[in-house]
């Protein structure tokens, strides 16, 4: 039987095609709706437009906010902090994990990751509690 959560809509904010196409085609698999955001600036926007079910943030996205400030910003906005996010980054450092935790990430995944530990962290957030 397929939950609601099989139906997400999800948003991947990364500068890099390369890692938006390939988390695209791993997610996409699962029946999710994806949505892609090139920069912090663009995620912002897209976050707010489409209340997506879940999101993965990227740290170092170019010029404009980075992710650490995105996150934070989404999750201090009464209509954008329900929206799990998971940082995905290659920034690997304790004090990177503290600083994406304390800004209100969800989750913290290191590049590279695994598709079936991204699906699998991704289903986590999104199961229903029982």
């Not at 906005?77 to 994990?97: F, N, W, Y």
Request: proline letters at 5%.
């Amino acid at each position: 039987m397929k939950g609601a959560y099989d139906m997400a809509k999800l948003l991947i904010a990364d500068d890099l095609v390369p890692i938006r196409q390939m988390v695209r085609i791993t997610l996409s698999t699962q029946g999710w709706t994806i949505l892609e955001a090139e920069n912090g600036q663009k995620a912002l926007e897209i976050a707010r437009a489409e209340r997506p079910d879940l999101m993965l943030l990227d740290v170092d996205m170019g010029a404009g906010p980075n992710g650490f400030d995105v996150c934070r910003e989404l999750k201090s906005a009464e209509e954008t902090k329900g929206i799990p996010i998971v940082m995905l980054t290659a920034h690997d450092s304790e004090s990177d994990r503290a600083v994406g935790f304390a800004a209100g990430a969800a989750q913290y995944l290191t590049k590279p990751f695994g598709p079936l530990e991204l699906i699998d962290t991704i289903r986590t957030i999104l199961a229903p509690a029982s």
